[in-house]
């Protein structure tokens, strides 16, 4: 009879040959269960570990939130018996997915963040990392100063063994610029990826999609359109990029090649409206908001485009009303803001509503 023990062994070695995806995501789920059923601590560990491993580059933060729980919890019972650079190490993970679900109140996120700061200094950390998430955190309430005070403090410490790798950090600082409207400085921290001297497991695909907007507004076009064929070929295929689906969608519309964005919107809408992180989903309403504001600016009143159930069905001529979608992305994106901009205590999130019009007329122009 075989030994439990070593059919988790033979689990974890058959998830190891696997990409990441749902077959390798659920061959680590039973593992798990496998190795709780025996209350067998050193592999729940081991097994949790490669779980949230394959959840992060698989579109399924929500399994490392409750994964990590467990983990942290036997952690903190035992220091020496388990890992803690696995522990500190998907603690910035923990942070960084955590706000992105609207129903973690603030002062719980404000909490982990003042625990990971603890935690980090510990263990001898520069907070070179800390210091990333904090201004992610900020960036995120929309407290502009908060984040450039934490953009401050980042650039006064050194890196160390708890740091991101260099690529994930231009990416970081790229899209930090981005949110102060920096847009020439959000292209130059974005360059060591852009021309593959950095990279790693999701990069360059996220910064690809990440530098369209700082590009257009410097009126840089042929050149984002460059980087924006590149990017989609890294990122087209994957569900988990919706953000990255957002900002192609956004870029395209900003170009005025709705024909492109028709056919983005209709190949990654279904896949927006299901993912489990309510800030990307809310980045791709917004870029479907924009989309129908393009068509009304045009005078299309009417068109045929395949959507998901749920959305305002189409007449009976099988073409859908621009007008009535429109303002179903625009409840979407409302009722999401408000959410977050309950939770935040700022009005960051219906900022980013409001400006849309202005944004379309710099597109127009």
């Known amino acids: 009879m075989t030994d439990p023990r070593d059919q988790i062994v033979d689990l974890l070695c058959e998830a190891e040959g696997l990409p990441h995806g749902p077959a390798k995501v ?14 067998d601590l050193d592999l729940g560990f081991e097994a949790r570990n ?4 394959a959840a992060n580059f698989s ?5 490392i939130l409750v994964a990590f729980t467990w983990c942290l919890a036997q952690y903190d019972r035992d220091r020496e018996r388990f890992d803690s650079y696995d522990i500190l190490w998907k603690y910035k993970w923990v942070i960084t997915i955590a706000y992105q679900f609207p129903e973690i109140s603030r002062p719980r996120l404000e909490q982990l963040l003042d625990d990971i700061d603890r935690r980090y200094r510990e263990a001898g950390s520069t907070n070179y990392g800390v210091s ?24 006064k410490c050194r890196r160390d063994f708890l740091s991101d790798c260099p690529a ?10 981005a949110s102060q409207r920096h847009w020439g400085r959000a292209v130059q921290a974005a360059q060591p990826v852009l021309q593959n ?19 257009f507004h410097l009126g840089r076009l042929e050149e984002a359109r460059v980087y924006q064929r590149r990017g989609y070929r890294l990122v087209g295929q994957a569900n988990h990029f919706v953000e990255q689906h957002a900002e192609h969608l956004q870029f395209a519309v900003l170009l005025g090649d709705m024909a ?4 983005l919107l209709e190949r990654h809408l279904s896949g927006a409206l299901q993912i489990v992180t309510v800030d990307d989903r809310f980045q791709f309403l917004l870029a479907g908001r924009l989309w129908t504001d393009r068509l009304r600016s045009r005078g299309t009143r009417k068109l ?4 998901p159930k749920g959305l305002p069905s189409p007449d009976a001529d099988g073409k859908s009303d621009v007008s009535a979608l429109g303002a179903w992305f625009t409840a979407q994106s409302q009722e999401i803001a408000q959410r977050f901009d309950a939770r935040n205590g700022t009005n960051a999130f219906q900022q980013q509503i409001d400006e849309l019009p202005e944004l379309l007329r710099l597109a127009l122009d």
């Open 50 to 53: 490669g779980l949230m491993e």
């Open 59 to 63: 579109g399924r933060p929500d399994i």
């Open 260 to 263: 492109q964005a028709k056919r």
């Open 26 to 39: 659920a061959l680590l789920e039973e593992a798990v269960q496998l190795a709780d059923s025996l209350n």
């Open 197 to 215: 001297r950095l990279t790693c497991t999701e990069e360059p695909h996220r910064t690809l999609a990440n530098v369209l907007r700082p590009l």
């Open 168 to 177: 994930c950090v231009a990416a970081s600082n790229c899209y930090y610029f």
């Open 132 to 155: 990333l998430v904090r201004r992610k955190l900020m960036v995120h309430f929309g407290e502009w100063q908060k984040a450039r005070a934490a953009h401050s403090q980042f650039r």
């Open 304 to 307: 045929k485009v395949r959507l």
